[in-house]
């Protein structure tokens, strides 16, 4: 047997009653990916293939390849690109979202909010 730790994290609120959900998704070459949304609970993922761009709120981008893995606290902070970095090659991650069940899994945040919010580019 072989145990392998990819990631390990605290986070900081998961919703009451909350039900745990896994998903993949992938992207071809150059999908910029989902528009920036906010997910009700927290997320955690792992790229299958591929590198994905992950950019959160307060944080800077940067690329995630296969074998790596990320996480978001959900809530109120946007997630901002979860795009393909390459336009070569597909992406392909899994996440699994602990979601409040009365909320959709996955919000668009609108352009006014948007212009509010100061992104950390590098």
């Known amino acids: ?8 994290a605290h986070p ?9 959900m896994t998903i993949i ?4 070459p150059g999908d910029p990916g989902t528009p920036p949304h906010r997910h ?11 590198e994905m761009v992950f950019e959160l709120e307060g944080q800077p981008p940067r690329v995630v390849r296969a074998g790596e893995a990320f996480w978001e606290p959900g809530g109120d902070v946007i997630h901002f690109q979860d795009g ?3 336009d070569d090659i597909p992406v392909r991650f899994l996440v699994t ?16 909010e948007l212009r509010t ?3 950390v580019l590098s």
């Open 12 to 20: 900081p609120f998961v919703p009451p009653g909350a039900h745990a």
């Open 117 to 119: 919010k100061e992104r």
């Open 97 to 112: 979202m602990l979601c409040d069940p009365d909320q959709p899994m996955l919000t668009l945040v609108d352009e006014d």
């Open 40 to 50: 009700p609970g927290p997320a955690f993922g792992y790229v299958l293939e591929g």
């Open 1 to 8: 047997m072989s145990l392998t730790v990819v990631q390990e």
């Open 25 to 28: 998704i992938e992207y071809p």
């Open 84 to 86: 393909n970095n390459r």
